[in-house]
Every structure is written in C-alpha cells, then in structure tokens.
C-alpha cells in the first residue's frame, strides 16, 4: 500500500489554510494523520488523499536515431552565444558613444 506523506505545513499551503487550523482539523479528526520515525525523531505527516501516487518510470535507452550529439549542439548554441555577446557588446558601446 502505497501512502503519500506530506507534513503539516505543506498540507497547510496546499489547501490555503493557516498551520493553527490544519492543526484543529487534525485534532478534531477530520484529517488523518501518522506518526512515523525519521532521523531518530518521531514526526507527524498527513495522508493526503490528493497528492497522486508516484510512480516508478521504467529507464528507456534510446534509438539510435534519437541520440543527441552533445558535441556539436554544444558547438552550434556557442557560435549563438558568440554572436549575441558580440551584438551585445556593440550594442553597450553605442550607448556610452552616444551619452
């Protein structure tokens, strides 16, 4: 069974209450709670019913045709980077020229 746990405050901003009254709510019982272990420390989580379950991806290896060659877009977005930083530079300098 597969539970998803969110704590007090991020239950609080979720559903746009205050964190005083998630916490009357939990006393009042009207939301659920558990009490677990973690780090040596026992803490409070909410069951959120909202939250979707995660689920596991399976890792997929790519075709062939689909492998990026890092390479050459790592190339190709420098040349673009170059010619901004030299527009830009250009640019920088006319308007100091013109003050």
Do not use: W
């Not at 597969?2 to 007090?8: F, G, K, R």
């Not at 997929?60 to 830009?88: F, G, H, N, R």
């Amino acid at each position: 069974m597969s539970e998803n746990l969110i704590s007090i405050q991020q239950y609080a901003i979720k559903h746009k209450l205050s964190t005083f009254a998630t916490v009357k709510l939990i006393n009042q019982g009207k939301i659920k709670t558990i009490r677990k272990t973690v780090e040596g420390e026992e803490r409070e989580f909410v069951l959120d019913d909202t939250t979707p379950i995660a689920v596991k991806e399976t890792h997929k290896t790519p075709a062939d045709s689909s492998m990026i060659d890092y390479q050459k877009e790592y190339q190709t977005l420098l040349v673009k980077y170059s010619t901004l930083q030299e527009k830009y530079t250009t640019l920088l300098e006319t308007c100091h020229a013109q003050k």
